[in-house]
């Protein structure tokens, strides 16, 4: 008995770091590389499938943070984690990405059902949260990446609609934006801006060409090499 007692708690214990390691403290939710997994399991799904993946951030959170402390900032994001758990339930891959960055996964789902999510979303977070007596409002910034349409893979994805997010929340907070379908004619999100800049010396005896990259079966752009 007092073997058997020994190993359950060494199991229980090995059970609770690999918790801690994969799940955020805070809200609970996926930490990062639980959250590409988990993405990347409803990608390699077998047949021809969709799949919405939302990043939000909360609009003016740093200054939330600095005009009522960091326990303030945890409190609301604690609070938001709530609510957005009571939405998701257990049907949706959800994590925390970093600081007030967070990830839905959304199985099965286009274009016309990500942005009607979206509206759900907003209902759901951006109601009064009571921080020091002061209501506090929160406004989200949301970008929208879809599989197959918007990249091939998790990283694709997740980085395509972190640029999205970051786009609708420089050109209006509380805003949502959806990345451009991953084409070679609309691919200078993920090229540097302007033309290709001759490689060679002032005389411009070298340049610098691209050509798409695209998968053999389906057709869909992936990328491209120089």
Not at 56 to 75: P, Q, T
Not at 101 to 111: A, C, G, K
Not at 135 to 149: E, K, M, R
């Amino acid at each position: 008995a007092p073997v058997c007692g020994v190993l359950m708690a060494q199991y229980e214990a090995r059970r609770q770091v690999v918790q801690r390691a994969r799940h955020d403290p805070l809200t609970g939710f996926l930490a990062r590389a639980a959250l590409c997994d988990g993405l990347d399991t409803e990608i390699d799904r077998p047949g021809d499938h969709h799949v919405a993946v939302l990043m939000f951030n909360i609009d003016r959170f740093r200054d939330i943070n600095e005009a009522f402390g960091y326990r303030s900032g945890d409190f609301l994001l604690a609070t938001l984690a709530t609510r957005l758990r009571a939405l998701c339930g257990e049907e949706n891959v959800v994590g925390r990405f970093s600081g007030d960055e967070f990830v839905i996964v959304l199985p099965h789902t286009q274009h016309d059902a990500a942005i009607a999510f979206v509206g759900t979303l907003r209902a759901a977070l951006c109601q009064p949260v009571d921080i020091n007596n002061n209501q506090i409002v929160p406004s989200l910034s949301i970008g929208i990446s879809l599989f197959p349409d918007a990249g091939p893979d998790g990283e694709t994805l997740l980085a395509r609609a972190e640029r999205a997010m970051r786009q609708a929340s420089e050109h209006a907070r509380g805003t949502y934006h959806v990345a451009p379908p991953y084409e070679y004619a609309r691919h200078s999100d993920l090229l540097p801006p302007g033309p290709a800049r001759p490689c060679g010396p002032a005389g411009g005896q070298m340049h610098l060409h691209y050509q798409p990259q695209r998968r053999a079966g389906s057709g869909v752009f992936y990328g491209v090499e120089a």
